[in-house]
């Protein structure tokens, strides 16, 4: 029987071991062209190149292409930009994930806006990297100018899965607009379960945010229930001002997502939401 002693021995051996491990699957931003962890033989430019075929390296660490391969926009498809004629990549954003217990990887590549357009472009793609590198789906997950994965990127629904938490944004001089996507990934396919829309504000008197956390519920469905909460909190600076500002105050917005077996999809429980984005609107 092992002493405790021996036990903290061994603890102390595998510290660095699962260390990588937890990093592996953890969000990261690793340079294009190196290599996947574990492989030799694959680099993050190969993923790449099935969204851009001729993606390639440019100049001040840019890769440069033309257009990305055909597909959806995740929102439908009165939603979206079209596609910009020509991609520029600086980073990636690289995130393992579990669907239907197996191992898959969602990369996320923002391409930016185009001149004259009001959102922007940003390409999520799943791939399964177990053996050849495959390209199982990509969709068009802008709303907003910039897009990225929200911190930490993913949520685990159960033991098997993960869904995925993506959001869009842009500032003016006093507002930031922050809309985030909720997807999760059924058959090797994304699939959009609700968007929230946020509305930060800084004036001189006072500020107000919003912000959305989430939280699995297990309900023992198939998949657990997702809570998302929006704290919306209000108050003053403390900066000299010709107005007074609002006293301190802060409140919680909540909505939950339960399975529907017989949908096959995530049902809200309220229209919470969609207020609070009517409510913002009137700010705008």
Same mark, same amino acid.
């Given at each position: 029987?092992?002493?405790?002693?021996?036990?903290?021995?061994?603890?102390?051996t595998?510290?660095?071991? &699962?260390?990588v $491990?937890?990093g592996?699957?953890?969000?990261?931003?690793?340079?294009?062209g190196?290599? $996947?962890?574990?492989?030799? +033989?694959?680099?993050?430019?190969?993923?790449?190149?099935m969204?851009?075929? +001729?993606?390639?390296?440019?100049?001040?660490? &840019?890769?440069?292409?033309? =257009?990305?391969?055909?597909?959806?926009?995740?929102? #439908?498809?009165?939603?979206? +930009? =079209?596609?910009?004629?020509?991609?520029?990549?600086?980073?990636?954003?690289? &995130?393992p $994930?579990?669907?239907?217990?197996?191992?898959?990887?969602?990369?996320?590549?923002?391409l #930016?806006?185009?001149?004259?357009?009001?959102?922007?472009?940003?390409?999520?793609?799943?791939?399964?990297?177990?053996a /050849? *590198?495959?390209? &199982?789906d990509a969709?068009?997950v802008?709303?907003?100018?910039?897009?990225?994965?929200?911190?930490?990127?993913?949520?685990?629904?159960?033991?098997?899965?993960?869904?995925?938490?993506?959001?869009?944004?842009?500032?003016?001089?006093?507002?930031?607009?922050?809309?985030?996507?909720?997807?999760?990934v059924?058959?090797?396919?994304? /699939?959009?379960?609700d968007?929230?829309?946020?509305?930060?504000?800084?004036?001189?008197?006072?500020?107000?945010?919003?912000?959305?956390?989430?939280?699995?519920?297990?309900?023992?469905?198939?998949?657990?229930?997702i809570?998302?909460?929006?704290?919306?909190?209000?108050?003053?600076t403390?900066? *000299?001002?010709?107005?007074?500002? *609002?006293?301190?105050?802060?409140?919680?917005?909540?909505?939950?997502?339960?399975?529907?077996?017989t949908?096959?999809?995530y049902?809200? +429980?309220?229209?919470?939401?969609?207020?609070?984005?009517?409510?913002?609107?009137?700010?705008?």
């Amino acid at each position: 029987m092992p002493t405790p002693i021996s036990r903290f021995i061994l603890a102390l051996t595998l510290l660095p071991f &699962l260390a990588v $491990l937890a990093g592996a699957q953890a969000l990261s931003f690793p340079e294009i062209g190196s290599t $996947l962890p574990g492989r030799a +033989d694959v680099t993050y430019l190969d993923l790449a190149r099935m969204v851009i075929p +001729d993606l390639a390296a440019g100049k001040d660490g &840019l890769y440069q292409g033309g =257009s990305p391969i055909e597909m959806r926009d995740i929102g #439908g498809p009165d939603s979206g +930009d =079209s596609p910009p004629e020509t991609s520029s990549l600086s980073i990636v954003e690289v &995130l393992p $994930l579990k669907t239907g217990g197996k191992e898959r990887l969602a990369i996320l590549f923002d391409l #930016g806006s185009l001149a004259d357009g009001a959102q922007g472009y940003a390409v999520l793609a799943l791939y399964d990297v177990a053996a /050849k *590198p495959r390209l &199982l789906d990509a969709a068009n997950v802008a709303v907003d100018r910039e897009t990225y994965f929200q911190k930490p990127g993913k949520l685990s629904v159960g033991a098997s899965d993960d869904i995925l938490i993506t959001a869009s944004s842009h500032s003016n001089s006093n507002q930031n607009y922050v809309i985030a996507s909720l997807i999760m990934v059924a058959k090797d396919k994304f /699939k959009l379960i609700d968007v929230i829309y946020m509305l930060d504000e800084h004036v001189c008197a006072y500020s107000r945010t919003q912000d959305v956390a989430f939280k699995a519920i297990p309900d023992g469905r198939r998949y657990a229930a997702i809570k998302a909460t929006v704290t919306d909190a209000t108050g003053p600076t403390g900066d *000299p001002c010709d107005e007074t500002p *609002p006293k301190q105050s802060s409140r919680h917005i909540s909505v939950t997502y339960h399975w529907n077996k017989t949908l096959s999809r995530y049902i809200k +429980d309220s229209k919470a939401f969609e207020k609070l984005s009517a409510d913002n609107t009137k700010r705008f």
